[in-house]
Every structure is written in structure tokens, then in C-alpha cells.
């Protein structure tokens, strides 16, 4: 496995002709298989499951979190999620969407931390989980929304630049940062696009189109996840749910991608 996995990625990486058609009748496919799904992402359903939740009273405070703040104020969704990572003054930290979202069912709702958190997300063929469900919902609200994530406050750019270092870090047992397999555009990996997140036409459309549904899975997945999958990927250690890391990279890949129009929950391979 971890053979192929090398040798695909330098194959790739030198262009060989065979690979690149290879590469090039997979990402057909996939053109034609999402055109045949585009009217219809599965995501809404889950985008569905994640209104009710959101409007419900629950927990052990029984209320919903339509009064929840993203920042734009106390049930201010509608293109929320495109200015996140942002700085909250009332937890004096810079936090992504779902860290906000833990957050407030956590402050205002009373549920416990540990418990939120426990299984962010759902295993292959199961029920997404309420803050897979809950991150569709909130994140459609902003679709067509520019992506402005705010460069103000200190801890803002203090969150920026280390997520900026972060990305470039080198490490693990091929010696990988992000920047290995994200900073050239027309790479692959095991017949995958790697989309060049330093360029920033591709930056914008990979930060607006997620969270999104992936085909391959059947499930929607948040960005937490998608860096989660990244660090496995990289073969580092898991990156933690919500963590300070996970906040400085989003915070990083949201700045490179401004003035993209979200689109999410998009479809993907
Ligand atoms: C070993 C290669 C590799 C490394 C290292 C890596 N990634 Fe990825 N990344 C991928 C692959 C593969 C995909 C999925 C491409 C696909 O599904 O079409 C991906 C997708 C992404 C996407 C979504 C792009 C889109 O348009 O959907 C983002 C954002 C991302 N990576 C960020 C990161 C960050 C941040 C790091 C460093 C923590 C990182 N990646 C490290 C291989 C890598």
C-alpha cells in the first residue's frame, strides 16, 4: 500500500503519459457522474436533518441555537460561515464554524463538551452525525456569500500566521507538509487533482466548496474533517477535533481564498 502510494505519487509527479490519461478518464468520469447527480446532492437531505436539529430546543437547557452568535450577531446565519475563522470577543479566541458550534450547544445549550465532540463524524454508511448535520444546514446559508475571513483583530493574524507555518511544516516518515502535495498546480495523487491551495483561484474553490457531500463515502464531511483526512494523508499523528492547529490552518486556507463565492455543500468524488 504504502509502496503504491509512493510510486503513484512520483509517477504522477513526472508526468509520464500514461498516468496523466489515466488520471485524465477518472477525472472525466467523475465530470460525468457529478453532472448526472448536480440537480439533486444527496447533502440536502442531511442539510434537512441539520434545520430540524438546528431549531429545536434541546439539551439540558432546552433551547435551540437560533440564537446562536457566528458572529454576525445572535441568529445571524445568512453568510456567517463565509467569514469564518473569525475573533469572538465573548471567548476572546479566533474559532471556525464548528468549533463555534460546539461552542454555543455547549454554553447555551448545556451539553457537555467531552460528549459533543466524542464522534464528530459518521463512519462510512451511517446517519451523519449532528454536527455533520447541523455544519450542512448552517453552511448553505451562505451559499453564493463572498469568502471574507477577517484579517482585524490580532489574534486573527496571529491565527493566520501560524496556520501559514503550519502548512509548511515538514514532517512525519516522508518528510510531507501540506505545501508537498498542495503548492504545484496539475499534481496528482493516485489519480486525484491535488488542487494548489498557494494559487488562488484554486484556493477559493476548494475553501467555498467545503463541507460537501463525497460520493465516495456517502456522507457529507465538514472541513474538520477534510484537514483530519489531510493529516492522515501526511501520515502526522490525528489532528484533534477543533483544535488550536485545525482552527490556524482553516483560519490560513480561508485568507488565501478570499473573495470565492461559497458553494457549499458541494458534490464530491
Ligand atoms: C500526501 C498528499 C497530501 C498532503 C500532504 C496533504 N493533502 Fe490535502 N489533499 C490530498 C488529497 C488526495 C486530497 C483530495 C483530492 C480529491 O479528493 O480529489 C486533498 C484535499 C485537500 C483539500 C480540499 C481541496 C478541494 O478542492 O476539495 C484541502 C483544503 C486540503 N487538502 C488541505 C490540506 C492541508 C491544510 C494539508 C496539510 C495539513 C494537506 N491538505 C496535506 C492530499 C494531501
Not at 502510494?5 to 457522474?33: C, H, N, P, R, T
Not at 447533502?43 to 454576525?72: H, I, M, T, Y
Not at 475573533?87 to 468549533?99: G, L, N, P, S
Request: aromatic share 12%; net charge positive.
Amino acid at each position: 500500500m504504502k509502496k503504491t502510494f509512493i510510486y503513484l505519487f512520483f509517477f504522477a509527479g513526472v508526468g509520464l503519459g500514461s498516468a496523466a490519461a489515466l488520471a485524465q478518464s477518472a477525472a472525466d468520469e467523475i465530470a460525468k457522474y457529478r453532472a448526472m447527480l448536480a440537480d439533486g446532492n444527496p447533502a440536502e437531505l442531511v442539510e434537512g436533518q441539520g434545520e430540524v436539529l438546528w431549531k429545536q430546543k434541546r439539551g439540558p437547557n432546552n433551547v435551540s441555537l437560533e440564537k446562536c452568535d457566528f458572529g454576525k450577531g445572535p441568529g445571524m446565519l445568512k453568510g456567517a460561515y463565509a467569514e469564518m475563522p473569525r475573533y469572538f470577543k465573548d471567548t476572546d479566541a479566533v474559532m471556525d464554524f464548528e468549533t463555534r458550534l460546539v461552542h454555543c450547544m455547549v454554553n447555551m445549550q448545556g451539553f457537555k463538551r467531552e460528549e459533543v465532540i466524542k464522534k464528530p463524524f459518521s463512519a462510512q454508511g451511517e446517519r451523519a452525525t449532528e454536527l455533520e448535520a447541523l455544519t450542512a444546514y448552517a453552511v448553505a446559508e451562505s451559499r453564493g456569500s463572498p469568502i471574507s475571513v477577517p484579517q482585524n483583530h490580532y489574534k486573527e493574524k496571529a491565527a493566520y500566521a501560524r496556520g501559514e507555518k503550519a502548512f509548511f511544516y515538514r514532517g512525519g516518515p516522508f518528510d510531507f507538509s501540506c505545501a508537498s502535495c498542495h503548492s504545484t498546480t496539475g499534481q496528482r495523487i493516485r489519480l486525484q487533482d491535488l488542487p494548489n491551495l498557494q494559487d488562488s483561484l484554486q484556493a477559493q474553490k476548494a475553501f467555498a466548496t467545503w463541507p460537501a457531500y463525497r460520493v465516495s463515502q456517502g456522507a457529507v464531511r465538514t472541513m474538520q474533517w477534510r484537514l483530519n483526512d489531510c493529516f492522515r494523508q501526511q501520515r502526522f499523528p490525528e489532528l484533534k477535533y477543533s483544535s488550536q492547529t485545525s482552527i490556524d490552518l482553516i483560519t490560513y486556507l480561508g485568507v488565501m481564498a478570499k473573495g470565492g463565492l461559497m458553494d457549499a455543500p458541494a458534490l464530491k468524488r
